[in-house]
């Protein structure tokens, strides 16, 4: 079925491809059962990019709205290319709510825009303190880093912008929306001062991708990133970046969890085996722990002997 899809959407014109979605999308809600008897209609569907949106976006819309993510976690942002079974999926929503400054958000935003003319996008990055490429060592993300959503303090704003969007298309349960938002932010709040009291001044942690860069700057962190954007480093990059972490002190390397172990304990072995090597999803669902989890491995390596 998949590959029919991908045909269709190699070979007729988009006018052609409008109406089948159209069509599919309308399909999609006609639901009987075999005696007749009415069947509850499916919630509205909204989409978003990645799965800490999702985690954000369901704690404000509750039950009443279903929460679709284009990228599921073990994706690569950099990298992933949605096929035209995943944007076809978009035409069930009521909304597109998107990270802003992701490379596949910028490859499809207008292909969405064109197959879904009607829906509304929202970019829930928007009023956050962007950084910028020359603030981040070693690497390019054209000219903003993306991972806004890998910090307390950026969340906050991010669910904000979603709420926001939330009332603009569904009103009539703005007092809902609202409330379940003071409930968000009370949460986040409380992620922001758990981090604050786990994590001590000044530390140095090292990354391969910097995808921590909002996370350093909201609690005063140095994050040294090793990788450079769409090339391996050099054996001198590498020597000239390890010498780098020795100097800055740095006790412990956050890998992402589909990191190549076998090259981050080379890495270690250069750096003399004083660093300890720790795990984190920056896509996971459950973003919150996953930050608290960060915070706790910093802290950790730089209390050891």
Not at 109 to 131: G, Q, T, W, Y
Request: a negative charge; charged letters at 20%; hydrophobic letters at 45%.
């Amino acid at each position: 079925m998949n590959d029919l899809v991908n045909t269709l959407y190699l070979f007729l014109p988009r006018t052609a491809l409008r109406l089948i979605l159209a069509a599919a999308c309308a399909a999609s809600l006609i639901l009987t059962s075999c005696d007749g008897s009415p069947v509850v209609r499916p919630k509205p569907v909204i989409s978003v990019s990645i799965e800490p949106q999702r985690w954000l976006l369901e704690q404000i819309v509750g039950d009443r709205m279903e929460v679709k993510t284009l990228m599921a976690n073990g994706g690569n942002p950099e990298t992933y290319e949605p096929s035209f079974s995943h944007l076809a999926n978009i035409c069930r929503s009521i909304a597109f709510f998107q990270v802003g400054n992701l490379g596949f958000e910028t490859a499809i935003i207008e292909k969405v825009r064109a197959n879904n003319p009607d829906m509304p996008i929202f970019c829930v990055s928007e009023s956050v303190d962007l950084i910028h490429e020359h603030e981040c060592e070693n690497h390019s993300h054209g000219a903003v880093d993306p991972h806004t959503w890998t910090s307390a303090v950026n969340a906050k704003i991010m669910a904000a912008n979603m709420l926001r969007g939330m009332i603009a298309i569904d009103s009539l349960h703005s007092a809902e929306y609202i409330n379940n938002f003071i409930g968000l932010s009370a949460r986040l709040d409380s992620l922001d001062s758990r981090l604050r009291d786990i994590l001590p001044d000044s530390a140095a942690f090292i990354v391969w991708h910097p995808s921590l860069s909002y996370f350093a700057r909201d609690y005063g962190l140095r994050q040294l990133a090793l990788g450079a954007e769409g090339r391996e480093p050099s054996v001198a990059d590498l020597r000239r970046l390890i010498g780098k972490a020795q100097i800055s002190d740095a006790r412990v390397f956050m890998i992402q969890r589909d990191f190549d172990r076998n090259q981050a304990d080379a890495i270690v072995a250069g750096l003399g085996g004083e660093v300890t090597v720790a795990e984190f999803s920056p896509l996971s669902y459950d973003f919150d722990t996953q930050l608290i989890s960060v915070a706790e491995s910093i802290a950790s390596a730089a209390t050891a002997d």
